[in-house]
């Protein structure tokens, strides 16, 4: 079975420093990973997939099949980066969601 | 991004009663949608894939006569809460994927129903 666990349920860091948030997940297959935000009264979003490779505001995820990890970091915290961050499983159409980091970033 | 609402946003209603939450795709087609129940605090889990002109699948353990799941169009799915109670009380949230542009595959969340049964 799938699963997705998010160690922190709450992070916390000043403006400036340096953000990780861990993700370990156990699949059998060929896992396909996503990190999702939330921002304070708005909808669940999309920040970023391991396929892409990409890095949005400021935040990358590197995918490490050895130790089943999909953390995601960012070098210098902002304000504005607080928020409650999933990180996500798919198998096929069907996503499986860690319980959530809520990130705090203090000025 | 492509844009899915959910209506309404809050509900309370009493035990016994049926409610009904509807999810739509405003600006795209969705021939799959998908509905996940948070309690608070915790994860988001998948309750059930909606697929457009046929059954929707379930996942283990939640009841399909419970939770009627109807997806009559490619832009509307609804979840129909039938006889309420008070342990159905949660946040519920849908989910549909683009299948054009720019964000083809990507997955869309509407803002969420909060559900209270009295």
């Known amino acids: 079975a799938q699963r997705v666990t998010q160690p922190e349920k709450l992070l916390s860091v000043f403006k400036g420093a340096p953000v990780e948030l861990k993700c370990n997940y156990s699949?059998?297959?060929?896992?396909?990973l996503f990190w999702y935000v939330q921002y304070s009264r708005q909808r669940l979003q999309l920040l970023l997939r391991?396929?892409s490779r990409e890095s949005i505001k400021g935040f990358t995820a590197d995918l490490n099949k050895g130790e089943t990890s999909f953390h995601l970091k960012k070098p210098f915290a902002q304000e504005e980066d607080s928020a409650m961050y999933y990180c996500?499983?798919?198998?096929?159409?069907?996503?499986?969601f860690g319980e959530g980091t809520q990130l705090t970033v203090n000025p | 991004g492509a844009v899915v609402s959910q209506h309404p946003s809050r509900v309370i209603c009493k035990s016994g009663t049926s409610v009904k939450i509807e999810c739509r795709s405003l600006d795209f087609q969705a021939t799959t949608m998908f509905w996940y129940r948070q309690f608070p605090k915790k994860s988001l889990m998948l309750m059930a894939t909606s697929n457009e002109g046929s059954k929707a699948t379930y996942e283990q353990g939640v009841e399909k006569d419970k939770f009627l799941i109807n997806h009559a169009s490619l832009t509307l799915s609804t979840l129909t809460v039938t006889s309420a109670h008070p342990e159905d009380s949660s946040f519920y949230i849908c989910?549909?994927?683009?299948?054009?542009?720019?964000?083809?595959?990507?997955?869309?969340f509407g803002e969420g129903s909060r559900l209270t049964v009295l």
């Open positions: 996500a499983l798919s198998r096929g159409s069907r996503l499986t």
């Open positions: 989910s549909a994927r683009s299948t054009g542009g720019r964000s083809t595959g990507e997955l869309f």
């Open positions: 391991h396929i």
């Open positions: 699949y059998s297959g060929s896992p396909e």
